[in-house]
T-cell receptor
């Protein structure tokens, strides 16, 4: 695709429900990153994929958060038993290879837990 | 622990003025320092970047100044325009495997 695509763009969910956020990276980009951006805050690193493996998942805030990537392309971020503090914009970025350091971001998924 | 510290949190500049945003880091292994620009409702987009082997990089009205010994780098926006109003993030990475972002600076350029 022309850019990084994330879906849905907005998601409102009830506390305790599970949600799945999707990221379609730029075709051919092997590195994929998930970040979280809370209101008025910077970008919080969640997880990094190289291909289908995740060499760095140190940023996942709890075991309620998980992510996978299949076929070296699409990635899903799953949040189980959502809490109100999970409300944020979740951003996905991809880059061609780790050493090519320009990362291209999607527009994000705004998650609101009510 | 915040790997990259950014200041100020917000900045208001008159049109035509110079906007300056500062960042500091601790990890001397960082080898790439990009700046991202984010407009409301959009994802961040790469604006300009520098590597530690140079002290300055200029692209149009945007300049990065890099001080390796002080472990600081800054973004200067010359002749600031209302269209520059956005949130700016500095970042640092080591080998491009993971980016550490600053907390962001909200820039408002008033006409």
């Amino acid at each position: 695709g022309a850019g990084v695509s994330q879906s849905p763009s907005n998601k409102v969910t009830e506390k305790g429900k599970d949600v799945e956020l999707r990221c379609d990276p730029i075709s051919g980009h092997t590195a994929l990153y998930w970040y979280r951006q809370s209101l008025g805050q910077g970008l919080e690193f969640l997880i990094y994929f190289q291909g289908n493996s995740a060499p760095d998942k140190s940023g996942l805030p709890s075991d309620r958060f998980s992510a996978e990537r299949t076929g070296g392309s699409v990635s899903t971020l799953t949040i189980q038993r959502t809490q109100q503090e999970d409300s944020a914009v979740y951003l996905c970025a991809s880059s061609l290879v780790p050493k090519r350091t320009e990362a291209f971001f999607g527009q994000g998924t705004r998650l609101t837990v009510v | 622990q915040q790997q990259v510290k950014q200041s100020p949190q917000s900045l208001i500049v008159q049109k035509g003025g110079i906007s300056i945003i500062n960042c500091a880091y601790e990890n001397t292994a960082f080898d790439y320092f990009p700046w991202y620009q984010q407009f409301p409702g959009k994802g961040p987009a790469l604006l300009i970047a520098i590597r530690p082997d140079v002290s300055e990089k200029k692209e149009g009205r945007f300049t990065i100044s890099f001080n390796k010994s002080a472990k600081q780098f800054s973004l200067h926006i010359m002749d600031s325009q209302p269209g520059d109003s956005a949130t700016y993030f500095c970042a640092a990475s080591k080998g491009g495997n993971q980016f550490y972002f600053g907390t962001g600076t909200s820039l408002t350029v008033i006409p």
